[in-house]
Structure formats: structure tokens, C-alpha cells
């Protein structure tokens, strides 16, 4: 599956963005999708992934601010993020996971100026 993220941008703090990742073939319902960030200086870390059932899960750093879903009839991925923080910036991933098999989309960066 190839993935297409995109939405980044400059936001202030305290404000919103949308990001959304769009995959290309037809098993996109099937696979575990998520979201990471790596910041400059940073290991790449897990944001939010969401399952093919719909199962989310959250890293501690954003929980009730950002939220995460999926329209498999669109192939898309999304992640919703509220009251932004600028240690939220960071270069955004998308992933999608079916077994043994992973693979990453391009990147968008999310700037938050204080």
C-alpha cells in the first residue's frame, strides 16, 4: 500500500489541524493504521494508531486532544488534533500494518508557534 499524508502546517498555540493520509489499493479496510512524529533530535514516536475494527489507542502526550479515524470507503486516514502545543511539532507519519508487513507515507510537518 502506498500512503499519501498531508494537512500539515504552521498553527499557533492552542489551535487545530487536520491531518489526512490516503492510501492506493483495495485492502486499505484491513490494515492497522497510525499516526507517529519525530520531532528534530528525536526518536519516530507512536501517536495514535487505530485497528481494522476500529479500536484507537493514544499516547499519554495527547490523549483528549487528538483523536484518530478511518473511512475505508475513502482509504483515508485521519488525525484530528485540538489545542495544540509546540511541543506537538514535529514531522507527522502515517503507517499501515497488516502482519509482518508495514510501510510509511511521506511525512507532513506540523509547526506550533508559541
Known amino acids: 500500500v502506498q500512503l499519501q499524508a498531508s494537512g500539515g502546517g504552521l498553527v499557533q498555540a492552542g489551535g487545530s489541524l487536520r491531518l489526512s493520509c490516503v492510501a492506493s489499493g483495495s485492502l486499505f479496510r484491513l490494515y492497522t493504521m497510525s499516526w507517529y512524529r519525530q520531532a528534530p533530535g528525536n526518536q519516530r514516536e507512536l501517536v495514535a494508531s487505530?485497528?481494522?475494527?476500529?479500536?484507537?489507542n493514544y499516547a499519554d502526550s495527547v490523549k483528549s486532544r487528538f483523536t484518530i479515524s478511518r473511512d475505508n470507503g475513502k482509504s483515508a486516514l485521519y488525525l484530528q488534533m485540538n489545542s495544540l502545543k509546540p511541543e506537538d511539532t514535529a514531522v507527522y507519519y502515517c503507517?499501515?500494518?497488516?502482519?509482518?508487513?508495514?510501510?510509511w507515507g511521506q511525512g507532513t510537518l506540523v509547526t506550533v508557534s508559541s
Open positions: 487505530i485497528s481494522n475494527g476500529g479500536s484507537t
Open positions: 503507517r499501515a500494518d497488516l502482519g509482518t508487513y508495514h510501510n
